[in-house]
């Protein structure tokens, strides 16, 4: 079955940095991989997905790149703010997330 | 659209009760999934319906958890009898046909005492 790695656990940056968050799958038949935020008290949220046929994926100041080859992606946050601090999770999955598996989570701080 | 409805938000209970924790999924979606946070195990999936029908069950941890969905607006994990190490987030959530995006719930935090 997949098993999906992630990495940091946690993460502190300053206010306008870059965060840049990555996982690693195993199984290459994975092919939709979606990120999830978390805030406290709250269920996590869909903020960006990307397909096996795609390299890269942009939204305003999030994207999320792919490497079929290594079976790894990560979700890169540009200019951060406060309201990004939440706990960030990876998942891979195929045939459109018949069954997720998600990474254990990276708690991301934005320090003012 | 409320989005995906749980209830209770909070439960806490002693070891030995059965808990009762309830999803309304949101209209229209095919697909209903539970699942249940920790610390030390992370986001698990418990089971997952399409059409009401329980399709996988394979993350249920034992005989003690059931899962029913009597219909498409409606679905209860019943733990019974709960146990200390039961204590978790239990989130429901839902997603329709042809889209990969799962709509969660705010969870139910069940403490078992």
């Known amino acids: 079955g997949e098993n999906v790695e992630q990495h940091p656990s946690t993460l502190s940056v300053q206010e306008g940095d870059s965060a840049v968050i990555k996982c690693t799958y195993s199984d290459s038949a994975s092919n939709y991989f979606p990120w999830y935020k978390q805030e406290l008290g709250k269920g996590p949220q869909l903020i960006i997905d990307?397909?096996?046929?795609?390299g890269e994926k942009k939204d305003q100041r999030i994207a999320v790149t792919l490497n079929k080859t290594a079976k790894h992606f990560s979700l890169h946050i540009t200019e951060t703010q406060p309201e990004d601090s939440a706990v960030y999770f990876c998942a891979g999955t195929d045939n459109y997330g018949q069954n997720f598996v998600f990474g254990p989570g990276t708690r991301l701080s934005v320090l003012p | 659209d409320a989005g995906v409805i749980q209830s209770p938000r909070h439960e806490v209970t002693e070891m030995g009760q059965e808990v009762t924790l309830r999803c309304k999924p949101i209209?229209?979606?095919?697909?209903l999934f539970w699942y249940r946070q920790t610390m030390m195990r992370g986001l698990e999936l418990l089971i997952y319906f399409n059409n009401n029908v329980p399709i996988d069950d394979s993350g249920m941890p034992e005989d003690r958890f059931s899962a029913k969905m009597p219909n498409a607006s409606f679905s209860t994990l019943k733990i019974q009898p709960s146990e200390p190490r039961d204590s978790a987030v239990y989130f429901c959530a839902s997603r329709p046909q042809g889209s990969g995006e799962l709509f969660f719930g705010e969870g139910s935090r069940l403490t078992v005492l």
């Open positions: 209209s229209g979606h095919d697909y």
């Open positions: 990307i397909r096996s046929n795609v």
